[in-house]
């Protein structure tokens, strides 16, 4: 049973653009949510999270939306550059701290100069 | 930032013989670490969640009995993966929550031959 999924295997968007990455999860109790990058052979980097008492959190380039009642989430990354061609993985936990990390089946995005 | 080393970065073993994988985490303590196992083009799948001092818990379907967890001291956790299989041949990665959130390491490709 899969309870974070990312229903898009694959997306191309080109340089300078946005990229949106969705993510859905079916589980109301998940309270706090992230996003990975993750290069082939490599352990996945941390982008940016977000709790559930919020709607929105934003660093740098990345923006991470949570609508709780659609559980859904998506992260934008404006604008695209080459260097964010990799696998993005979204997860979501019980809370912060010692809890462990359900990820979402991730999305291949490939920046195209 | 939080470190978290893990070796080797990759180990090719004769089926039937046993693959002892490290977790470091270098500067933080970590009472608990996470084992995790990533197939070809697949999402990240729990296997345990190591505790030091205490036994491992381990997700539905992962036999105890193969994969080995130790979580001896705050910083070492050790996944021996035994009488390893070729159908055992993944990527495992191992994380850990540091002060600054979840922390991965860099993953070790296991291949049984």
């Known amino acids: 049973d899969q309870q974070v999924k990312q229903n898009s295997p694959s997306l191309s968007v080109q340089e300078g653009r946005i990229s949106i990455l969705n993510c859905d999860y079916t589980?109301?109790?998940?309270?706090?949510f992230l996003w990975y990058k993750k290069y082939p052979a490599e352990g996945p980097t941390f982008l940016i999270s977000?709790?559930?008492?919020?709607d929105k959190n934003e660093d740098g380039r990345f923006t991470v939306f949570l609508n709780k009642s659609a559980k859904h989430l998506s992260l934008h990354i404006v604008p695209s550059q080459p260097g964010d061609s990799a696998v993005y993985f979204c997860a979501a936990s019980f809370g912060f701290g010692n809890e462990k990390l359900t990820f979402g089946t991730g999305t291949r995005l490939t920046i195209i100069p | 930032g939080a470190v978290v080393s893990q070796h080797p970065s990759r180990v090719i073993c004769k089926s039937g013989t046993s693959v002892k994988i490290e977790c470091r985490s270098l500067d933080f303590q970590a009472t608990t670490m996470f084992w995790y196992r990533q197939f070809p083009k697949q999402s990240l799948m729990l296997m345990a969640t190591?505790?030091?001092?205490?036994?491992?818990?381990?997700e539905q379907g992962v036999e105890k009995d193969k994969f080995l967890i130790n979580h001896a001291s705050l910083t070492l956790s050790t996944l021996t993966v035994t009488s390893a299989h070729p159908e055992d041949s993944s990527f495992y990665i191992c994380s850990a929550t540091s002060p600054y959130g979840y922390t991965f390491g860099s993953g070790t490709r296991l291949t049984v031959v």
């Open positions: 190591s505790n030091e001092g205490s036994k491992a818990t381990y």
């Open positions: 589980n109301s109790m998940f309270d706090y």
């Open positions: 977000i709790s559930s008492i919020k």
